[in-house]
């Protein structure tokens, strides 16, 4: 089964720019989706088919996908940015998710 | 404007059989492309995709837990229900039901999510 790989923790400077890696064969030719996850608070979308972004996500949310790796970018890091994130593909008629990278805002 | 809502016992014993519940409104599986799936959340662990189910009935499922999972839809009430048999505590999660994106293979609009702890 496909795999997706994430690393659990990154940490960014507020104001500065979040690069977070997923990790998957071949994952630039699929489409690649990213989920922000607050605790008690149900996964919100927020890139989607690797830079499209939902109705009311603001434009500091971006993606990029390539050979292995899809990242998923957020330019001028807030408090509010402090989340879980997820990214997901679907394979083969299976929907996978990677583990989570939790973003600290510092 | 798409809503969904999970409803369900938040409490389990150990072998028995779980029945969730989705209740959606803002679509209809009448439109060709819908989907609704099921996602859960095990505590401090990661999304785990169980179940998915198309306008025109098919069913699909995470191979991992193929065998325990059942997943249906009633068109006349706007809901998805899911089953798990043979529960065990590590299925104890936060359970997740969500629209799938027409053209795309994302899940758009979650609801707000059915704790369920499994304990005898």
């Known amino acids: 089964s496909y795999e997706l790989t994430q690393p659990l923790s990154l940490s960014v400077a507020l104001g500065q720019t979040a690069r977070i890696p997923c990790g998957g064969y071949?994952?630039?030719?699929?489409?690649v989706h990213w989920y922000q996850k607050k605790p008690g608070q149900a996964p919100v979308l927020v890139i989607y088919?690797?830079?499209n972004r939902p109705s009311g996500i603001p434009e500091r949310f971006s993606g990029s996908n390539s050979g292995n790796t899809a990242t998923l970018t957020i330019r001028g890091a807030q408090g509010g940015d402090e989340a879980d994130y997820y990214c997901?593909?679907?394979?083969?008629?299976?929907?996978?998710f990677g583990g989570g990278t939790k973003l600290t805002v510092l | 404007q798409i809503t969904l809502k999970e409803s369900g016992p938040t409490l389990v014993k150990p072998t028995q059989t779980l029945t969730l519940t989705c209740t959606f409104s803002?679509?209809?599986?009448?439109?060709?492309?819908?989907?609704v799936a099921w996602i859960r959340q095990p505590p401090g662990k990661a999304l785990e995709w169980l179940a998915l189910?198309?306008?025109?009935?098919?069913?699909r499922y995470n191979p991992n837990l193929r065998n325990r999972l059942t997943i249906i839809k009633d068109a006349s009430k706007d809901q998805v229900v899911l089953t798990m048999t043979d529960l065990d505590p590590v299925d104890t999660a936060t359970y997740y039901c969500?629209?799938?994106?027409?053209?795309?293979?994302?899940?758009?609009?979650w609801g707000q999510g059915a704790v369920v702890a499994v304990s005898s």
């Open positions: 969500a629209h799938r994106i027409d053209t795309d293979d994302a899940f758009d609009i």
């Open positions: 803002g679509f209809s599986f009448s439109a060709s492309g819908v989907a």
């Open positions: 189910i198309f306008w025109d009935g098919a069913q």
């Open positions: 071949n994952i630039g030719s699929k489409n």
């Open positions: 088919t690797q830079n």
């Open positions: 997901q593909v679907w394979d083969n008629s299976f929907w996978v």
